[in-house]
């Protein structure tokens, strides 16, 4: 497992106070010379796999969850995001390509959220649009949480780029509107993500021991249904939607508890369990369906199969095919070795990673 | 399909009065001059497939569900069961081979249901032990609902040995007590079983359209967890199942009205919903518990394939791997020609089949 310093992220935007329009004080405070619209941050954030699983709203256009959750930060597929304020339109290029439609459009919907904030905060920028570009480095769209890495980066750089200084908590109830997930994708390590309304609603770290988690992808497809329109369809439709809730609430306080007494054992008992539960409730949807193909399903296999053998390893899989193992850090290349075989890629390890931050141009 | 005529069962035995022990009378009355011990009776029964599953008991000792259900009896994979009534121990064979154990066990605990009736109705042969021999030409325990055709060929052979007239609510009622759903094996094509108490909880036939069922076995293997087993697992740890209880009694009222206005695709949709939120409900349990495997799951998906298609079929399986797809009889031979290539046995397109009954030596 790699140890990530915290990196003092750096910005060429500062705050601005708006004067009503008659003075932009940048332009003379600047000693980079720049105009306006020159503004430009960067910032990376990693996707999180979630221990106790978000799966259903209570708020849609909140985005406030019906119970709480509680995730594993990675250390790889990072989400990197540049953002320029600029005149004109806003632009959003995803691994050098411009986006139209919807997922050009929740960017945009979310860099006005941001405004908003600004213009509350009587900053100029409020007036400018944006230019996102973003490379993101793990599969999209196909149980990768790359919306959550991708709204938790493009919170804090554009937050920074329209110049909010905003904390954690602040950052992760601002990243939440784009991507519930995403609050997580804030915090270092372990996260848990409390329901509740829209002030309470946001991720904050929590101890837990080391663990591994070794991506199985199994599929490079995007899948079928998205994690929204899923959650609608199961919360509308799946007997079992009530029942999903509740139980999560108590499965949420075991983990809690798990976590703080370091159990890996119980800690994996519970996110398999919990990740089984979540398939269900989906599937139980009145028209089924079914994130998980016959190769997931044999990687759960398999992992029961290590659990037998006494190589203790437990599986989780968001809301798509791929599947994680979850063990322990001295039996990552053992598992990693086993489950090998049965994915279409690399079966990565990977251990507890930053939370989303700023970074200097360099990187 | 193939239409089969109701067949007159024969007996050898009739019923006896007991005079207190002091005269057996059938030694003298019977004109075959057998005597005591060798009065043999065979019955046959066909499994049945839930279109509206049964999974969880309201009542373990009476086996009275916890919700009501819907089959369609088969016309294949039958169990044929002789009993010979005689002195000495219980004995059951199946399939040539002796049974000891948790196998016996429930055997002699039904034959003694059926012991206890003889008593009450005053007959002799409450005296006697039995020799029962099975022959089951379906897979065994591997959600074939091979115990369902076992127990209702069992009760028919059983009671008959035994010198008991029942009717054919009478013998649901009795065949339930050995294996729940063979309560709908008594029945010919489609049944409703009834929950209720034990007076009430018997299947009877219901109208339902002519339908195919292709058998797509994909696994060989004897299931890791019995369905009585799986049933109290689910029951006291699932946190789906009140709601699995609650919908299966909405869904069974749906399903007997798409039955009576013969809508075979509101038939198809409702019974492959009710099959993955069994199998979601029994999912959730802790420990998970799985019966479908990778192979079922690609038969689930080639069903779906073959609707976006426009070829009508649905998917069902019992607590077992093995999947059932449903159509329409004139599109069976479609449907299996697709399916076959994803079973490890024969793909057999199956008919709605008679109810269990007493048949002649010669068959």
């Known amino acids: ?5 915290r990196r003092s992220g750096s910005s060429r935007c500062r705050q601005r106070r708006d004067d009503g329009g008659r003075r932009r004080p940048d332009t003379e405070d600047d000693p980079s010379g720049r105009t306006e619209g020159d503004c430009v941050t960067t910032a990376r954030a990693y996707p999180n796999i979630a221990l106790v699983k978000y799966w259903g709203k209570a708020d849609e256009t909140l985005i406030l969850p019906a119970a709480g959750s ?3 930060t990675l250390d790889d597929y990072p989400t990197t995001t540049t953002v320029t304020l600029d005149d004109g339109e806003d632009e959003f290029r995803l691994n050098g390509e411009e986006q139209l439609g919807r997922s050009a459009d929740r960017v945009t919907a979310f860099l006005e959220l941001v405004r908003g904030h600004a213009r509350v905060a009587g ?8 230019r996102v570009v973003s490379v993101n480095e793990g599969p999209t769209a196909a149980g990768m949480a790359s919306s959550a890495s991708g709204f938790a980066a493009l919170a804090v750089a554009a937050s920074a780029a329209y110049g909010l200084d905003l904390d954690t908590k602040e950052l992760s109830r601002l990243a939440r509107r784009g991507s519930g997930s995403a609050s ?3 915090i270092d390590r372990f996260a848990v993500w409390h329901a509740g309304d829209d002030e309470d609603s946001f991720a904050e770290q929590i101890d837990a021991p080391d663990m591994a988690m070794i ?3 199994v599929s490079t497809g995007k899948k079928a249904v998205s994690s929204r329109n899923g959650m609608v369809a199961t919360q509308e439709t799946s007997p079992f939607y009530d029942a999903w809730v509740s139980s999560t609430e108590v499965t949420l306080r075991e983990m809690i508890a798990a ?4 159990d890996v054992t119980r800690i994996g008992e519970l996110s398999e369990n919990h990740a089984i539960r979540m398939h269900a409730v989906i599937a139980a949807s009145q028209p089924s369906i079914r994130y998980l193909t016959p190769a997931s399903i044999a990687v759960f ?3 029961a199969a290590l659990r037998a053998e006494g190589i203790e390893a437990y599986a989780t899989a968001d809301a798509g095919p791929n599947v994680f193992a979850i063990t322990r850090p001295e039996l990552a290349e053992t598992v990693s070795a086993r489950l090998a075989p049965l994915a279409t890629g690399e079966a990565k390890i990977l251990g507890p990673g930053p939370g989303a931050r700023l970074i200097g141009d360099g990187e």
């Open 215 to 217: 991506s199985v992808p």
């Open 259 to 262: 976590c703080a007494a370091g």
């Open 123 to 130: 900053l100029d920028t409020a007036h400018y649009s944006a």
């Open 184 to 186: 997580r994708s804030l």
């Open 1 to 5: 497992m790699r140890a990530r310093a």
């Open 70 to 72: 509680l995730s594993m």
């Open 301 to 303: 296999d398999e992992i």
